[in-house]
């Protein structure tokens, strides 16, 4: 009888353990079985903090966020998300000033720490993208530094330090000072994606770097250089807000670059580029000796500040270049730049162009036509307008006449055109009936009343809005029959 009971009793046990056995095979799901290279590739395809939170859902994933190597984008704004500015902004009454500085000194505290303590646990061999972008005001250098080492530990491709998170730059601010590269080695030692093997923990550089966004940096000409001539995959560079760059040269045999962007460095005074892969520059600054040498695939240009004026008003000062453009874009803040000159270099190739303008409602738009007239093979021309309602602007006699006959011409190519930042003035309406008359291969009118620097909810902008479609829907009877207006 005892032994009956002792056999029974392991039988239950058994077929106890079976079920509870049983029940947690049908309570696993499919995905935490598959091997740490495929959750870790899933996970890499998250933002950093949502790979973060997986970390909670058993111990099977508890730490496998920490080997991402994907991208680790450190965006204050989303990291923080300090909606506390909205509160400030749209609230009644005076701002507290001093609350304010506080509460963001404490974010600053806060996201300097996340950054610290994400970087302690990664255990990933490498990285593909890592991206910092936070307020600097001066403090935490050593910790940034501490993150560019990192960096260049796990062979980063593409690498951004934006130290001014939005802020727009000036040589008032105090900026971080990228350190002297003699510190670092550029090491030849390259991640497995080139095709080299990689010893896991070495210092791999900046060798496989092939994209550098350097925002409210202050970093010194030779060190420019540096990362010209030791990064061979360099395709990409972006330098904004310096003060420390006074003559760059962007000049190498077998350099990869294909996009370089220069924009607020104060002191910049020559600027030297031979890049036989060279597509696409943007500078925006004042007005430098810029000297283009061998750049045959440069295409895409756009200028920004006083150096877009000498472009306009001294274009044979960029004779090596122009001739190639085939996508321009233009914005400059003055008035005078409303004063195109009637007989334009001839821009040849370009196919695209922008013109950002600021000038006051009622004055004259019809000269910045003689782009169209010097562009033959133009199929699109976009103006973003920003027009100010204070001020005057006087029409001399005779002016509106003259500007159409300077400009005209027959063009046989253009087919879209774009108004952006459309009031509805009777300058715009001129605008509009000149290109209809000297462009009849045009096909398609967008209008966007929406101003450039739109604020929502703003009633001004609201009633400027709601004016400018109504005149757009005005404008549609005095189209011909082949042309589509599109209103957005």
């Known amino acids: 009888m005892d032994n009956w009971i002792i056999k029974k009793r392991k039988m ?81 009454g005076p701002i507290d000033y001093d609350a304010l500085a506080s509460k963001d000194e404490e974010n600053r505290t806060k996201y300097v720490s996340c950054v610290n303590e994400v970087l302690k646990f990664h255990l990933g061999s490498y990285i593909d993208e890592m991206r910092i972008s936070f307020e600097f005001r001066g403090h935490y250098p050593c910790d940034i530094d501490d993150w560019i080492k990192f960096a260049m530990e796990k062979g980063v491709q593409r690498f951004e330090l934006d130290l001014l998170a939005g802020i727009q730059p000036g ?5 971080y000072d990228f350190p002297n590269m003699e510190n670092f080695k550029f090491s030849s030692i390259t991640s497995h994606r080139h095709h ?19 925002l409210g940096v202050n970093i010194m000409d030779g060190v420019i250089e540096n990362f010209v001539s030791n990064c061979p995959f360099l395709e990409q560079l972006c330098i ?20 370089l962007e220069i924009s607020h460095c104060h002191s910049l005074e020559n600027l030297e580029i031979s890049a036989m892969n060279l597509v696409s520059f943007s500078y925006s600054g004042r007005d430098i000796s810029v000297a283009f040498k061998n750049v045959p695939l440069l295409s895409e240009v756009s200028i ?9 008003f001294g274009s044979c000062k960029h004779s090596s270049y122009i001739p190639q453009i085939e996508k321009l ?32 409602i009622g004055c004259s738009l019809l000269s910045l036509t003689s782009v169209i007239k010097a562009s033959p093979k133009l199929s ?54 000149h290109i209809l008359e000297v462009a009849p291969s045009l096909e398609k009118l967008i209008i966007d009343p929406r101003p450039v620097l739109y604020i ?18 005005q404008l549609k009877t005095r189209l011909p029959a082949t042309v589509k207006l599109v209103i957005l």
């Open 240 to 259: 904004v807000g310096t003060t420390y760059l006074v003559n760059i040269k962007i000049a190498g045999p077998s350099l990869k670059l294909k996009s």
């Open 456 to 473: 929502v909810g703003h009633p001004g902008d609201v009633r400027r809005m709601e004016t400018g479609k109504e005149r757009a829907l």
């Open 12 to 92: 239950v046990r058994c077929t106890s353990s079976n079920k509870q056995q049983k029940r947690e095979e049908h309570m696993k799901d499919g995905i935490s079985g598959l091997p740490d290279e495929i959750l870790i590739a899933i996970l890499s395809l998250l933002t950093l903090k949502e790979a973060a939170c997986t970390s909670i859902l058993s111990r099977r994933w508890r730490y496998l966020w920490r080997y991402i190597t994907a991208s680790l984008n450190f965006d204050s704004k989303t990291l923080l998300a300090p909606a506390y500015y909205d509160s400030y902004l749209y609230q009644a």
């Open 380 to 433: 699109k021309f976009s103006l973003r307008m920003i027009l100010a309602e204070n001020g005057e602007q006087v029409i001399r006699d005779g002016q509106i006449a003259a500007e159409k006959e300077a400009t005209k011409c027959h063009h046989q190519c253009l087919k879209v055109v774009e108004l952006i930042g459309f009031v509805g003035t009777s300058r715009e309406i001129d605008l509009v009936m």
């Open 329 to 360: 874009k233009l914005q400059a803040f003055d008035e005078d730049f409303l004063q195109f000159p009637k007989y334009f270099r001839e821009l040849g190739n370009l196919k695209q162009v922008e013109l950002y303008i600021l000038g006051f």
């Open 304 to 312: 920004r500040g006083e150096f877009c004026s000498s472009f306009v």
């Open 171 to 175: 040589p008032w601010m105090q900026l």
């Open 196 to 214: 080299v093997p990689r010893t896991i923990g070495s210092a791999a550089g900046f060798y496989s770097l092939a994209v550098l966004r350097l």
